[in-house]
């Protein structure tokens, strides 16, 4: 039996590559998010190496020099894991292993870590253990290297013991991948006349970065108690709870949170719960307005709906934790440019935020502040909804 279980961090050190397609600025940002994620997998960054490179070293990622720098600090404090803030290739990975002689794991296998601890229904647990097994495939080579000095002999064709092994081993994980992919799709057959059943109301979806509050906003709504803190990736899996703003019912969805460089494995493996997305009738996005990045993971959240081809839904943007919103007020005779932190919660409304196309509530969740106004425009928009599919139910409302 082949075992899937990625062992999270402890102390660690972040590395990260900028490149001209990455600025300086943007991957130190990139590294205070995986180490948030590293805290979600129950460990702790101790450190982080930044690389400038034209592009990334197709051998070890970051090339030997930096590679040589980051091991005499893993040597000098002691420390067994370092995590790369990318997808690292499996040569990579084993060529980085050997020089470092430390635990590599890349910001792929971390997400996979952290979706493994927080998988709690045989559904999501499937899903999580099927991307597993993808991303453990094409890394066969590098769990059976150290067989490699078993071998012994001249000649140059001899066939060592890890080489039937890794055969054997991916055989055993092709044959693991099609039965999790025939109980996926057993699962999927449950959740589509799920759905069906639930085809008399109007549905509401939550969608989002991850950590920008859904949950908390489903609780609200709901008045229901889904899990909630202050984690990555703290829901994973899909919840529905029956809401009634005034007379009119409807299903609200909380769904798992997109994040950047989000696996496409992933992806790929939880299309069941995706499913509750593309067959909602209305999407609400919901923001971390307090995030200095928050306007990037806008556009994160807006490729992977169009990604799964559901870009095109009503939706309404709800902007959270305007309680934990700071910026940086310039003096009057400050004439330099006006960067956006420095702009008010009143710029931000004055902006494309509070004028497109799209409705836009500023809230707190949290706080309760500015919940009345946010529900009426989801009654608004459930109500028009409701009229056109069910005009015979008209006189609910």
């Known amino acids: 039996m082949i075992d899937t279980t990625i062992i999270s961090p402890d102390k660690c050190v972040m590395v990260g590559v900028s490149t001209p397609d990455s600025p300086y600025e943007k991957t130190k940002e990139y590294l205070e998010e995986l180490a948030f994620l590293i805290e979600t997998s129950g460990g702790v960054a101790v450190k982080s190496f930044i690389q400038r490179l ?4 197709p051998r070890t990622f970051v090339g030997k020099g930096k590679l040589d720098e980051i091991k005499e600090y893993l040597n000098a404090e002691e420390i067994e894991f370092v995590v790369f803030d990318d997808e690292l290739s499996p040569s990579q990975m084993r060529n980085i292993e050997t020089e470092l002689d ?69 055989r055993i994980v092709l044959d693991k991948i099609s039965n999790l992919k025939e109980k996926l799709k057993d699962i999927d057959k449950q959740k589509i006349v799920q759905r069906k059943n639930r085809e008399s109301l109007i549905r509401v979806a939550l969608v989002g970065y991850t950590n920008v509050g859904k949950s908390t906003i489903m609780n609200l709504l709901a008045k229901s108690e889904v899990f909630a803190e202050n984690k990555l990736f703290a829901t994973l899996d899909t919840t529905v709870r029956k809401v009634v703003i005034e007379n009119l019912p409807f299903l609200l969805t909380d769904t798992v949170g997109f994040i950047r460089k989000l696996p496409h494995g992933l992806i790929e493996s939880f299309k069941s719960t995706l499913d509750e997305v593309r067959e909602a009738d209305v999407l609400i996005h919901v923001v971390d307005v307090s995030h200095p990045g928050f306007e990037e993971q806008i556009d994160v959240v807006n490729q992977t709906l169009t990604e799964i081809k559901v870009n095109d839904k009503p939706t309404i943007m709800v902007f959270n934790k305007i309680d934990a919103y700071t910026y940086i007020k310039k003096d009057e005779d400050d004439l330099t440019p006006v960067l956006r932190e420095n702009w008010s919660l009143e710029d931000l409304k004055a902006s494309w935020m509070g004028r497109g196309d799209i409705p836009s509530f500023f809230i707190s969740a949290r ?30 409302y």
């Open 102 to 170: 430390r635990k590599v794991m890349d910001r792929t296998g971390l997400i996979l870590n952290i979706f493994a601890q927080r998988a709690r229904t045989s559904h999501a647990r499937t899903q999580v253990e099927l991307a597993q097994y993808q991303y453990l495939l094409p890394r066969l080579t590098k769990m059976w290297t150290h067989l490699d000095r078993q071998r012994g002999g001249a000649s140059m064709n001899m066939r060592g013991p890890g080489e039937t092994q890794i055969e054997t081993d991916r």
């Open 54 to 57: 034209q592009y990334r070293d």
């Open 367 to 396: 706080e309760k502040t500015n919940i009345e106004e946010f529900k009426k425009e989801m009654y608004d928009n459930i109500k028009r909804l409701h009229a056109i599919r069910y005009p015979y139910n008209s006189f609910l």
